[in-house]
């Protein structure tokens, strides 16, 4: 199944403002590194922040942490103002 | 569909190695930003590179950039000595 599938899959309904979807998986071998996830997390959300607004309202964190996998689920609303990098503080 | 069915699709036996995924998707509005995925490519490689080896044959990288959605899928393997963070040079 196609990533575009993934996505989509989340209603066809043309979207009225801009999303950003993240999502991160780590797969370990028997005995691999186990907080890969937990170190990306950070780094990935702070290289999100430099190109688009993320405010507490417009960002969902999500972290899952099976035995096998480790995944990392963002979700970015990107206000429609939001080409001019500098946001007008409310 | 959870995150975990979409990545666990790929084979159900235990992986030799770590694998690293990740999907990112730009879901745009009408006259939203074009090139966000293209912009946070190289920023989110080089995070990966910080933490673990990126190497030309075991990173793979595809870009899609469809109408109203653009993906971004990066896989990478990790070594199992990827834990000492000087990889031993070929």
Same mark, same amino acid.
């Given at each position: 199944?196609?990533?575009?599938?993934?996505?989509?899959?989340?209603? %066809?309904?043309?979207?009225?403002?801009?999303?950003?979807?993240? /999502?991160?998986?780590? =797969?370990?071998? @028997?005995?691999?590194?186990?907080? /890969? @996830?937990?170190?990306?997390?950070?780094?990935?959300? $702070?290289?999100?922040?430099?190109? @688009?607004?993320? =405010?507490?309202?417009?960002?969902?964190?999500?972290? +899952?942490?099976? +035995?096998?996998? %480790?995944? /990392?689920?963002?979700?970015?609303?990107?206000? %429609?103002?939001?080409?001019?990098? @500098?946001?007008? %503080? $409310?």
């Amino acid at each position: 199944m196609s990533i575009l599938q993934f996505f989509s899959r989340k209603g %066809s309904a043309p979207v009225a403002r801009d999303r950003l979807q993240i /999502l991160l998986a780590h =797969e370990r071998a @028997v005995g691999g590194q186990n907080d /890969l @996830v937990g170190v990306l997390r950070e780094e990935i959300l $702070a290289v999100i922040a430099k190109h @688009v607004p993320v =405010e507490p309202d417009n960002v969902r964190v999500k972290m +899952e942490r099976g +035995e096998a996998i %480790s995944t /990392l689920e963002v979700e970015v609303d990107i206000p %429609s103002q939001a080409k001019v990098r @500098v946001a007008l %503080s $409310a």
